[in-house]
């Protein structure tokens, strides 16, 4: 395989994590009577630009499916810094009923009501079904198709070019990086702007965030790359923030290559601390998979020990990273027998892989558990606070990331 950037021939593997179906392909009681999808899960590193991403298996068709279960407005945090960001980018960039916002990977339209509530015009681009419906509930337009140059050109030559183009958590999730960004150049207007979200490379490293690698993931990112990428495409990136969101993102601001917009001294702060850290330098990259493993038998170790004590242990949050986990640790429902989630979509159904039942949040008092396993542990503090879990007395909470903690 060679670098879906820069075609250089990847010789390098940075994680090996065996073979996993897909994260967020859960399973209905029929889904549990046939055969299920695994696909090699390697993650290798490009020694040329530094792109860490997948070994080409799974195809984005076969992952953003029509019944695509995640849905952005389960997690109030997360709506919390939808609204914060919109209210300040509305602000920013003087945005009104003559201007234009395109949101990429819209899901649910947890973003896209923000401009609405204002009367600003916008546009979601979502090419899943049942996140697209449930955007366009809200009176949300919705392009039910994958965004890439060919829809950019399109929207384009319709005189639909955008002031603002928002991707949130999707620059990662494409496969053709350099396609997509080539839309991006051709949807923005002359001096319109670029906002992307995305986690942080640098993090996962420091943290040893294994679990945030699954097939949805075909891209892990640094601002290095991510410059070097926006560059190849005529796009300049001129500011980026450090933001906490899914255990530590950067959000880029990209502007076209001649505009006049100042780069700001941020930019080449994060560029020189990810030189600091080691991202160009592919010894850093080969030491991870020991404290991987480590996480994984110290995980494995406790809830059997629990077991053994006659102990409940269950878990929390149905999330596509929960999945990595279970799965690499050979986790089933011996171990865990349920998963509870707030999230309807996947509420009695099983998680791919390790087949533990998904039942909803009002049913965990029922079972008295002694223990929580939360795994989407980047929200770990929004989860300790829900009443249905609150109320539990004695119950004590785990997250297995970057380390086995119990609260």
């Known amino acids: 395989m060679n670098c879906r950037h820069c075609q250089k021939p990847l010789r390098h593997t940075f994680l090996d994590l065996g073979y996993a179906p897909l994260s967020n392909a859960y399973l209905s009681n029929e889904d549990l009577k046939k055969l299920e999808a695994y696909y090699p899960l390697k993650i290798k590193v490009c020694n040329e630009c530094w792109l860490v991403q997948t070994e080409d298996y799974a195809e984005a ?177 001129w500011n980026v923030e450090e933001i906490s969101t899914h255990g530590g993102s950067l959000r880029v601001y990209g502007c076209h290559e001649d505009d006049k917009q100042e780069t700001l001294k941020s930019v080449d702060y994060v560029l020189k601390e990810e030189l600091a850290s080691g991202l160009q330098k592919i010894d850093t990259y080969n030491y991870f998979v020991d404290h991987v493993n480590k996480i994984k038998d110290d995980l494995v170790s406790f809830l059997i020990n629990q077991k053994k004590s006659g102990k409940k242990i269950v878990a929390y949050g149905a999330a596509a990273k929960g999945n990595t986990l279970l799965n690499y640790a050979g986790i089933k429902p011996d171990l865990i027998p349920f998963v509870f989630d707030g999230a309807k979509s996947k509420q009695n159904l099983f998680l791919p892989g390790s087949h533990i039942p998904i039942l909803p949040p009002d049913q965990i008092a029922r079972m008295s558990p002694d223990f929580i396993l939360i795994l989407p542990w980047n929200i770990s503090d929004e989860i300790k606070i829900q009443k249905n879990l609150s109320n539990i007395k004695g119950i004590k909470f785990v997250t297995a990331i970057p380390k086995l903690s119990v609260s």
């Open 61 to 237: 068709e076969n992952i953003f499916t029509n019944d695509y279960a995640y849905f952005s407005s389960t997690s109030t945090s997360w709506l919390l810094h939808a609204k914060d960001y919109s209210k300040k980018i509305i602000k920013e960039r003087n945005l009104n009923e003559n201007s234009f916002v395109v949101e990429v990977a819209s899901n649910d339209g947890y973003l896209l009501k923000n401009f609405n509530e204002k009367n600003i015009p916008c546009l979601g681009i979502e090419p899943t079904k049942s996140t697209a419906e449930a955007a366009e509930k809200l009176n949300i337009p919705v392009l039910r198709k994958f965004f890439g140059e060919v829809l950019a050109e399109q929207l384009r030559n319709d005189g639909r070019q955008a002031d603002l183009i928002i991707g949130n958590n999707v620059f990662a999730h494409v496969p053709d990086i350099n396609d997509f960004t080539k839309g991006l150049k051709l949807l923005l207007k002359p001096k319109g702007i670029i906002t992307l979200e995305f986690p942080h490379l640098m993090r996962l490293i420091e943290q040893f965030q294994f679990d945030t690698i699954y097939h949805e993931h075909f891209s892990y990112l640094s601002l290095y790359t991510v410059k070097r990428i926006f560059s190849s495409a005529g796009l300049r990136i």
